[in-house]
């Protein structure tokens, strides 16, 4: 039996997850609820985890402390999609605890770590919907917290996995749906396969094959609660000006554990951003305050102090603002930065001054760290970003944290949204000005496109065979067909009202400059009350992507 885990099976434990995940990223696409070929959690959540891995196996330090903060950046900076930044904070979580580990890992400081990754996972996400990876997540830090009774490991893993997979299965009763597309939730899948890379170690278990099929019958369902108990408590604001850390060792024979909680309690009282943690043998103390001396004399009361570094955060402040003078000299106001799926699109937003442009879309969604990328190289001191689709919102908001500069999301779901937002924007204007003009453009635009369906199911009121043409609004599908043509006329003819004067089409890879031409004549002839503008956009898997004034 297994009672504990140290660093080295730690590590292996996570490079066996990524590997499951990476050979069932294709089914946890397949799972994905729209019959649209952005099926992308599955990629979204392995190429998430695989930045993780990239960076803790260049790791060479082998304690916790550093294999987890090496964990915990590779996910953030390879987050992609809300799939993606939601597991990264889930990592993030977990790693915050693991960090703190000076020996090996038991049940109960594992079971802390799942609950630490769902609170921080909650917390990332503004509007917390159940029946997603969320209550997954949550549901098996409930099960850990209840199944820590267990002294190994294996004990403890077939229990939280079991309730994974139990709550799992229920997805679809939360979310209506699921349950019409017959689905369980693509990103709770996705941890179930993660944490089951991490079952087979524990078992030694080399085998990575997975069935999805086993795992669904070999689980037992429970009664599982169903307070959804989410905690959204805000981190404060650092104020304090001296970073100051030091261990605490060889203690004096009068200190207890109670002395340690008084030492926390002291530095909470003259500082923040404060970590006491250990035991009579030795205590890890970080505390940001304006009284370093007064922290090294509380700790001075229990032992001996080691390890001392007091950095004058002020000073380092004052420094980066001396490199950063003269460029922040030339530097505009603002800047603007657009996701865009085609290089037609891109040369598009060029032509309307976007300052920098990131490759992708639905199949591809950019990550956290691109998206930060393409900000810092933008002269600007604060930068608009269009995200352009609503699988990458989440990943622009994550970008804030890896960038000095200044980040407004305008939370556009659309090509269309993005270039009307890029047109209302006034490089003259003050910031308030411009987030309202240009929220305020993308709301009036309509947008739509036109793919094809990647599943035989039924939604939105069709019955979909694989290979039907399809049009969607902002949010459904509102037309069906077998040709292309056919099908757009069709979907435009349901948008398209007395008032509108423009409508502009992008025409993806596959359909060519002629075809698009004589489309766009047809089109001119039929709704002549209206300037009809054919423009190559060079998308992948959509055949046009369409925009209606």
């Not at 979310?175 to 693509?186: H, N, Q, R």
């Amino acid at each position: 039996m297994l009672k504990a885990i140290n660093n080295t099976l730690f590590r292996k434990m996570i490079n066996a997850s990524a590997k499951i995940l990476e050979e069932n990223k294709k089914l946890i696409d397949s799972l994905n609820v729209f019959p649209v070929p952005d099926g992308d959690t599955g990629t979204n959540m392995s190429l998430t985890f695989n930045s993780a891995v990239r960076e803790m196996n260049g790791c060479l330090e082998n304690n916790f402390s550093n294999i987890a903060d090496s964990l915990a950046k590779g996910a953030l900076r390879g987050a992609r999609g809300n799939s993606g930044v939601i597991l990264s904070q889930i990592l993030k979580g977990i790693c915050n605890i693991l960090a703190s580990c000076e020996s090996d890992i038991t049940t109960k400081v594992f079971a802390k770590a799942l609950q630490e990754g769902s609170n921080i996972a909650y917390k990332a996400v503004t509007k917390p919907k159940e029946g997603t990876m969320l209550t997954v997540i949550r549901i098996m830090a409930e099960s850990a917290n209840k199944n820590k009774k267990f002294q190994n490991f294996e004990e403890f893993f077939k229990a939280v996995i079991n309730d994974g997979e139990a709550i799992l299965q229920q997805t679809p009763e939360m979310l209506p749906v699921l349950k019409k597309a017959g689905v369980v939730d693509a990103g709770g899948r996705g941890l179930v396969v993660i944490f089951t890379g991490m079952q087979r170690i524990i078992e030694g278990d080399e085998n990575l094959d997975l069935s999805i099929e086993e795992m669904i019958n070999t689980y037992q369902a429970d009664s599982l609660s169903n307070d959804f108990l989410v905690n959204l408590d805000n981190l404060a604001d650092i104020e304090f000006a001296y970073c100051t850390e030091f261990i605490v060792s060889n203690m004096k024979k009068k200190t207890t554990t109670s002395d340690i909680d008084k030492l926390r309690e002291n530095l909470m009282n003259i500082g923040d951003s404060v970590i006491c943690i250990g035991d009579l043998q030795l205590v890890k103390v970080h505390v940001h305050t304006n009284q370093p001396n007064l922290a090294l004399g509380y700790a001075l009361e229990l032992g001996e102090i080691i390890s001392i570094k007091i950095e004058n955060m002020l000073e380092q402040n004052r420094e980066l603002k001396r490199e950063n003078t003269a460029k922040e000299q030339n530097l505009k106001e603002f800047g603007m930065v657009s996701v865009a799926p085609g290089d037609g699109i891109a040369n598009v937003f060029r032509d309307i001054l976007v300052d920098d442009i990131i490759e992708g879309g639905q199949t591809m969604n950019p990550s956290a760290e691109d998206i930060a990328k393409a900000v810092d190289k933008v002269p600007a001191k604060a930068v608009f970003v269009m995200p352009n689709n609503k699988n990458i919102i989440l990943a622009a908001e994550q970008a804030k944290n890896l960038t000095k500069k200044y980040i407004y999301v305008v939370p556009t779901v659309s090509v269309a949204e993005g270039l009307a937002a890029a047109l209302g924007f006034n490089p003259e204007g003050t910031l308030d000005e411009n987030l309202e003009s240009m929220n305020n453009s993308k709301n009036a635009v309509k947008s739509a496109s036109v793919t094809y369906a990647v599943r035989t199911t039924h939604i939105d009121g069709f019955d979909l065979t694989k290979g039907d043409i399809i049009g969607l609004n902002e949010k459904n599908i509102i037309t069906k067909g077998s040709l292309v043509k056919d099908t757009t006329i069709q979907l435009i003819e349901k948008l398209i009202t007395p008032e509108s004067v423009n409508i502009t089409l992008f025409y993806g890879k596959e359909v060519n400059e002629e075809e698009a031409d004589d489309f766009q004549k047809e089109l001119q002839e039929k709704y002549n009350y209206c300037d009809i503008t054919m423009l190559y956009g060079g998308q992948p898997v959509y055949y046009y992507i369409i925009s209606i004034e």
